[in-house]
């Protein structure tokens, strides 16, 4: 069984930075790819970044070049680095994963950007 949890949300103003954290619990954390989805009040959850299991990593063209998504295959934890963050940033973001026909998410963790 897989688990998800993330955190590092919180408040922060314009061109600042937010590191945020998905602790992933079950078995063969590097086997999978991983995703990090927003998702704003009143819009579709959207797919923000992706790392694969071999360490190829993809982003939506609103966040390339200010968004970084990593992993730690130790430590069993992806992370998404954001800088230059932007109000249109503000969303509950979300860790992804899955595994044949089971989809698995984490509770989710606030970011807002806002002077």
């Known amino acids: 069984q897989v688990q998800l949890v993330e955190s590092g949300g919180g408040l922060v103003h314009p061109g600042g930075s937010l590191r945020l954290s998905c602790a992933f619990s079950g078995r063969a954390f590097s086997r999978y790819t991983m995703d990090w989805y927003r998702q704003a009040p009143g819009e579709q959850r959207e797919l923000v970044a992706a790392?694969?299991?071999?360490?190829?990593?993809t982003y939506a063209d609103s966040v390339k070049g200010r968004f970084t998504i990593s992993r730690d295959n130790v430590k069993n934890t992806v992370y998404l680095q954001m800088n230059l963050l932007k109000p249109e940033d503000t969303a509950v973001y979300y860790c992804?994963?899955?595994?044949?026909?089971?989809?698995?998410w984490g509770q989710g963790t606030q970011v807002t950007v806002s002077s």
């Open positions: 790392v694969t299991s071999a360490g190829i990593t």
């Open positions: 992804q994963t899955a595994w044949g026909t089971r989809d698995y």
